[in-house]
């Protein structure tokens, strides 16, 4: 039976100034934003998203089901932004009490 958990996501401090980004780190974030998808393609991922403005408390968050917290940690540590250096990653079990799709807007 699969349950929930929550991974968030920090970026690294030098990737906190607009400036230091380069399309290295563009690409990552791609590769990471398409494991996302593919994750909610195969019915895993709740919901993902980040904080702004970009600042010391920016963060994502990846709500998502596994079937157990071994599970849950290798898709948390096989997300390119965490294998790739750029984010740092902290794993949380986690339980949705309330969910309502008609108030996320696209």
Do not use: C
């Not at 709740?46 to 849950?72: C, L, N, Q, Y």
């Not at 290798?74 to 294998?83: C, F, G, L, S």
């Amino acid at each position: 039976m699969r349950q929930q958990y929550m991974y968030v996501l920090k970026l690294i401090p030098s990737l906190l100034v607009e400036a230091n980004w380069t399309e290295k780190e563009n690409e990552i974030v791609s590769e990471h934003f398409s494991v996302l998808v593919k994750l909610k393609e195969e019915g895993k991922l709740i919901m993902a998203g980040r904080t702004s403005p970009m600042d010391e408390s920016t963060m994502g968050i990846v709500v998502f089901e596994a079937e157990s917290k071994e599970e849950a940690a290798e898709i948390m540590e096989n997300d390119p932004a965490v294998q790739k250096g750029i984010m740092t990653p902290q794993l949380f079990d986690y339980s949705v009490a309330l969910f309502s799709e008609g108030n996320i807007s696209k």
